[in-house]
């Protein structure tokens, strides 16, 4: 078979995530989160997005509802990534999740982006991150870029709220 390479205009379109309780996954990514309610099937789905889009995640009840989370070691979905456009809407999540007492599980800066870390109420990771611009990327000598796990400097995130 002849090698294949997808084209660079692909995305990824969307996330479907399988929840226990409907109504405590929507006070997370809707409330919490920010997305906005697109439709729901009954009271088993429920389709959220940014910016009017029919759907970026999906979430469902037709196979966990009142299940437990997915074990902690086993396969499946490490986390969904939702990219904010600026550092400071990445701040503004950040002042969000703080007002709300809510946990991080961690907080990263790769050097091509920085990101918080939490899970979901059903235990499912996501990750909140902005994508630096690609012209300051770090390089390693061959030109390739390094990625590298440092912690984020929580007060240099947040400092942006008041630049």
Known sequence: MA?????????????HLKV???????????DLLGFSLITTY?????????????????LNTWYS??????????AGLFHTAILFPTRRDLAVA??????????LTGASDHGVSEAL??????????????DRPMDQWPRKPDGSIEMYTHRLNLDGLLAELHS
């Open 65 to 74: 509802k009142d299940g437990p989370p997915a074990p902690l070691r086993s």
């Open 94 to 103: 950040l002042q969000r999740l703080m007002d709300a007492n809510y946990p």
């Open 3 to 15: 090698p294949y390479t997808i084209p660079a205009q692909a995305r990824i379109g969307h996330v």
């Open 42 to 58: 009954g009271k088993e789905a429920a389709f959220i997005s940014a910016g009017g889009y029919h759907h970026h995640i999906g």
């Open 20 to 30: 226990a309780d409907l109504d405590r996954a929507l006070a997370f990514y809707r």
């Open 117 to 130: 870390y939490l899970n979901d109420p059903d235990r499912n990771g996501v990750e909140l991150y902005w």
